[in-house]
């Protein structure tokens, strides 16, 4: 059982925030305010970065992020992947640092690719209303935002669930295998 909040509902502070990521705030205020159920496509890079995974490896992340560390920025659910809102930036650094984990190499073919959408890229953001896991839509909040300055996640933290969800998952290493023939002593029991 995850300790993430049970917030699924954007708050009138959340709304402003998501807005104020879009070129006109006040339209998407508009929109939201006569159609609260209405998804809208905003761009990242300004406001806010998304790293998408798969769903269920999403879902993971999450649980990571709010059993055994700092919590996490809003996340939704939309067309099958877990949408993580981070920083400004950690789509640019994210990648970066995920290839000196050797992430998608040989050794970790079974670890899911993380899209990541920075500058100059657009996701489409649940209805503020959409925290109902039997929305029609398909697209909802598990962890919706609440105030006008959330705290978002940065590459580092991002790249620590991964790493950690991934372990936990699929039980493979993504550092190479100890040496067999390697000696090894031990040391506990020194005078």
């Known amino acids: 059982m ?26 998407t205020l508009a929109l939201w305010e006569k159609y609260r159920d209405t998804p809208v496509v ?34 939704a659910v939309v067309r099958g992947r877990t949408l993580l809102f981070a920083a400004p930036g950690t789509a640019q650094r994210l990648p970066s640092l995920l290839a000196w984990e050797e992430w998608g190499s040989h050794r970790a073919e079974a670890v899911p690719p993380l899209l990541c959408h920075g500058t100059g890229d657009a996701v489409t953001v649940p209805a503020p209303d959409a925290g109902d896991p039997t929305a029609p839509a398909g697209s909802r909040w598990l962890v919706a935002p609440d105030t ?12 620590w669930a991964a790493v950690r969800a991934a372990r936990a998952a699929v039980r493979i290493s993504i550092f190479p295998p100890a040496d067999q023939d390697a000696k090894v002593y031990d040391v506990s029991r020194r005078r």
């Open 42 to 75: 905003l761009p990242c890079g300004a406001v806010f970065d998304v790293v998408s995974a798969p769903a269920i490896f999403g879902r993971r992340m999450l649980d990571r992020l709010w059993d055994e560390g700092p919590g996490s920025g809003p996340v």
């Open 148 to 159: 006008r300055h959330p705290w978002l996640p940065g590459p580092e933290v991002v790249l």
């Open 2 to 27: 995850s300790s993430a909040p049970n917030v699924t509902t954007v708050t009138s502070e959340g709304v402003a925030w998501l807005a104020s990521a879009g070129t006109y705030p006040h339209s």
